[in-house]
């Protein structure tokens, strides 16, 4: 073989070589970048991912701001406020009752209120009350809730004819006009006929009354009699009555021929003979009105 021959074979191996090399080359290359941006393209929508999966869309987040707040008006001149989460109003209730236009009832009628009158018992003290509205408020004198006022339970006769027991919510009391307003609790399933407020206005002397009440635990005694006079004590009106007051009275009802509740029969001065007084409904009235925040629905 001569040397041009050998020279030959010997540049057609390194050409074959350096192309064998080139060619790998250009592949690992290749594969490089392929590989470099297939981990990128799949880091970004892997994070993509991750962003829509944790936060509300746009249309949900609307939805839960009008789930939430109730809708603004809108209109041409008017831009959409931010909504602002408030809580729901308490109802409004009335804790007692009056009538419009009353009439004159018979004795008996007038009698048949026993049933919204109610016996109270709290500690050692026992008395009566009168329930004044169809959520179960019951009016009373304080002295008689003094010795256990958060504990004072109460008995009343239902519509069908039987002698229920509940326990009292006090809701709140004045110790100076000697007034206490309280709830039945578990009323639910009673019937409530409340007596209505009458006012110091339509009282006089002469007139006639009844007196309902528990002296001596007795529940639901009657009795009747006049008014004797109006008196002016220490901010009050009280009523005086010929309807005799006894222990157990106090907190009863002193009704007109209406059925208005006009006072409630409070005490009697026990060295004169028959001067007994009631709290004017007045007072009940203008004292709940002053305290809205006793009532409860």
């Known amino acids: 073989m001569g040397k041009k021959e050998a020279a030959k074979k010997t540049n057609k191996k390194i050409s074959k070589s350096l192309a064998i ?3 790998a080359g250009i592949t690992f290359m290749l594969l490089f970048v392929y590989g470099t941006a297939g981990f990128l393209l799949f880091q970004y929508f892997q994070n993509e991912h991750t962003e829509t999966t944790s936060l509300p869309t746009e249309s949900a987040v609307g939805q839960e701001v009008e789930e939430a ?3 603004l008006e809108e209109g041409p001149d008017r831009t959409r406020e931010a ?5 729901p109003a308490t109802d409004q209730v009335m804790a007692y009752q009056m009538l419009d236009s009353p009439i004159e009832r018979s004795m008996e009628q ?15 003290n026992q008395g009566s009350g009168v ?14 809730i003094e010795s256990s006022p958060y504990m004072a339970k109460t008995q009343f ?12 919510i006090l809701l709140g009391y004045d110790i100076q006009q000697d007034l ?3 709830q039945l609790k578990n009323r639910n399933d009673i019937s409530l006929k409340p007596i209505p407020l009458g006012t110091a206005s339509s009282v006089s002397p002469g007139q006639a009354i009844v007196t309902i009440g528990s002296p001596g635990g007795m529940m ?4 009747d009699g006049i008014v004797s006079g109006i008196r002016e004590s220490g901010g009050q009106t009280l009523i005086q009555i010929t309807a005799p007051i006894s222990q157990g009275s106090s907190g009863g009802a002193l009704l007109n021929m209406k059925g208005e509740l006009i006072g409630l029969t409070t005490f009697q001065i026990d060295e004169s003979e028959n001067l007994n007084f009631a709290i004017s409904a007045s007072d009940i009235k203008t004292l709940i009105d002053n305290n809205p925040h006793w009532v409860n629905p």
């Open 110 to 124: 007038v009698v048949g209120l026993k049933k919204s009158v109610v016996k109270i018992q709290a500690g050692d």
């Open 180 to 182: 206490a307003v309280l």
């Open 69 to 71: 707040a109730p809708p």
């Open 21 to 23: 090399t080139m060619i």
């Open 220 to 223: 639901n005694s009657v009795s």
């Open 131 to 144: 329930l004044i509205s169809p959520y179960g408020h019951v009016v009373t004198n304080f002295h008689v």
């Open 83 to 87: 909504s602002v989460l408030k809580a």
């Open 157 to 168: 006769e239902s519509a069908d004819g039987f002698v229920l027991e509940r326990d009292l």
